[in-house]
């Protein structure tokens, strides 16, 4: 059980957290939400024992461990699958140390000690992990050097969900997922064994993976049993019961004061009027509850143009060699609202780039309205802002000739006050620069708006708020997105991306939803991974994998002889030793699987270095 009792803290002066306290029970599946900025990381690092508290306690039990995603997992030589094993470090410590114990009670703790977390089923656990968050056997194999930051997050988020902490902390885990790892997770956190606090602001997510949600307002924290939009039902008429209580008792709170004022200098009422006096005084103010902050977004809407604003006639379209998406037949009106679906690498961001006239085409033809003005919005612009600038000094250099008063309304339009339009790009929050990049992708007006992953960063108010603004919109939305709420209120077109296509999907977003869960997930986009090493690097690095598999074989062998040396005991067939037999046998099987799995990836092992051999 995790207990917060009473706890305060202050950032620089501006206290966070006064007498705060909540109780999660152990297993219980938590969404901790609240504004931006209002100290959602912070109780993270508090519970992790990072800062210190300045009054109350937490509390867990004795050896409980606390695991998180804190960076992304360092560029090396380490393939994906022994990095995601090293995670758990009792397992690796003990792995080592079996390898070199001689005395015959301390193998067997150690053999005991592996049964009990089930070492033998580690390799199938982390395998299984990395496969739901979208890497094959083959890449699995790849050392983590090939992968770039945003797949190496996803290779520490694998780690920290096999080592299986018994409070798992996560911090915004869909941000550096697609929409398949994101479902993904869903389905995996529902069934996860122990704790979780997730702070998350997918509305998805915090509705189908956990059973609470912990809101944290005016330094307290609440919880809230239910979904995120049951506790959105319960609050607000939490806060509507609240506004009435503080009316009623303002109402109550003038008319004894107005007696009062009448009567207190007349003697024959003085009792009566200091009786109300203290009537007020022994009153409990009821606070009526604040105004939440209006999230907006105003998008500059675009002259009308005549239809198709975009049409595409057997089109294909790569990056110079062979083509990514062929014979593509499709057209865009200026009031479509068109969600692209498709599993990871299928060439959802190659037809986004396309569209928006960052890719050209290599055979048929596309035609585009002469007046068409796009607008293109993608997670790596938002890391391209200029971080020793001002969001005035960006829009500044787009709008020369307008004036401050006008430019800082611009702003204002997207939720950057005056505060915010002087500071430097380097101090906003993730959700300013998000919004910032959004301005900047619609300060001309387009008439075609590419989204691609808009919400990451963004609050659960501001996503409401994009919604609203792409509903009024009177341009064309073009959507990537993992967030399934945005898309369910947004489009009313899905295009489905696969195997080198696209055509309209026939069914909704659940049936597709369905889909993702049923199927494979697919392996990392290419152009996420260097470029492949050749000659004798190449041969090199397969002949490295595939002695790592054969050492994998070699260990598994040897554990699957000691398991069978176990279940040839007679006097475990006792029958007072059934629930052990039982035991030992889930454990042969656990380990028979790991060795299945540990020859499939032998066998791709040596198939690619068959291939590189025969180049």
């Avoid at 479509?336 to 679906?341: P, Y």
Wanted: proline share 4%.
């Amino acid at each position: 059980m995790l207990k917060i009792a009473d706890i305060t803290y202050s950032v620089e002066g501006r206290p966070l957290f006064e007498g705060a306290s909540a109780t999660i029970p152990d297993g219980h599946k938590v969404g901790l939400v609240g504004r931006n900025g209002a100290g959602k990381t912070t109780l993270f690092r508090l519970i992790r024992g990072e800062l210190a508290l300045e009054g109350g306690t937490i509390s867990l039990p004795t050896r409980a461990r606390i695991g998180g995603v804190a960076q992304e997992v360092p560029s090396s030589s380490t393939s994906l699958i022994d990095t995601v094993l090293a995670a758990d470090t009792e397992r690796a410590a003990l792995m080592a140390e079996a390898e070199t114990a001689h005395d015959p009670m301390r193998i067997a703790d150690i053999q005991h000690r592996l049964a009990d977390i089930d070492a033998w089923s580690a390799e199938a656990r982390a395998s299984s992990i990395l496969k739901g968050l979208g890497f094959d056997a083959a890449a699995q194999l790849r050392p983590c050097s090939d992968y770039s930051g945003g797949w190496r997050m996803r290779v520490a988020l694998a780690g920290v969900l096999f080592a299986q902490p018994d409070v798992l902390l996560l911090d915004e885990p869909t941000n550096y997922l697609d929409l398949e790892g994101a479902l993904w997770l869903e389905q995996y956190l529902a069934k996860y064994p122990h704790t979780v606090i997730i702070i998350s602001h997918d509305r998805g997510l915090l509705n189908r993976a956990v059973g609470a949600i912990l809101h944290l307002e005016n330094r307290k924290l609440t919880l809230w049993t239910g979904g995120y939009d049951q506790f959105a039902r319960n609050r607000a008429t939490s806060l509507a019961v609240q506004a009435a209580e503080a009316r009623k008792q303002d109402a109550r709170r003038a008319h004894l004061q107005s007696f009062v004022d009448r009567f207190k200098a007349k003697a024959s009422k003085a009792k009566q009027a200091q009786s109300r006096v203290k009537m007020l005084e022994k009153m409990t103010p009821i606070t009526a509850p604040e105004e939440a902050a209006k999230h907006v977004f105003t998008f500059p809407a675009p002259e009308e143009l005549s239809p198709p604003i975009i049409n595409l006639e057997e089109a294909s379209v790569g990056y110079g060699g062979p083509a990514i998406l062929r014979r593509l037949s499709l057209r865009i009106d200026q009031d479509d609202r068109i969600a692209l679906l498709g599993r990871n690498g299928e060439g959802k961001s190659t037809l986004s780039k396309l569209l928006a006239g960052k890719l050209t085409v290599s055979g048929g033809k596309l035609t585009r309205s002469s007046k068409l003005r796009i607008g293109y919005f993608a997670q790596h612009q938002v890391d391209e802002l200029h971080l020793d600038e001002t969001p005035l000094q960006h829009i500044q250099r787009m709008r020369p000739a307008e004036g401050q008063p006008r430019l800082r309304a611009r702003l204002a339009g997207f939720g950057l006050g005056a505060d915010q339009a002087e500071t430097l790009v380097a101090k906003l929050s993730g959700g300013q620069k998000a919004r910032l990049s959004l301005l900047l992708a619609t300060i001309e007006a387009p008439h075609l708006l590419i989204l691609d992953e808009p919400t990451n960063h963004l609050d659960i108010e501001s996503r409401e708020a994009l919604v609203e603004a792409l509903t009024d919109y009177s341009g064309a939305v073009v959507l990537v997105s993992h967030d399934m709420h945005l898309l369910g209120l947004v489009a009313d077109r899905l295009w489905l991306v696969k195997a080198g296509g696209v055509a309209p999907y026939d069914g909704d977003l659940e049936s597709y939803r369905r889909e993702l869960l049923a199927g494979e997930p697919s392996e990392p986009d290419a152009k996420t991974k260097k470029p492949a090493r050749s000659g004798k690097d190449a041969g090199a690095g397969l002949r490295s994998d595939l002695r790592k598999c054969e050492d994998r074989i070699a260990k598994l062998t040897e554990m699957l002889e000691k398991l069978d040396a176990k279940l040839a005991d007679p006097a475990l067939y006792a029958p007072h030793m059934t629930g052990e037999l039982k035991k030992w046998t889930a454990k042969r099987l656990e380990a028979e699987t790991a060795m299945t799995r540990a020859e499939e990836l032998w066998l791709a092992a040596q198939n690619a270095l068959d291939a590189a051999n025969a180049a």
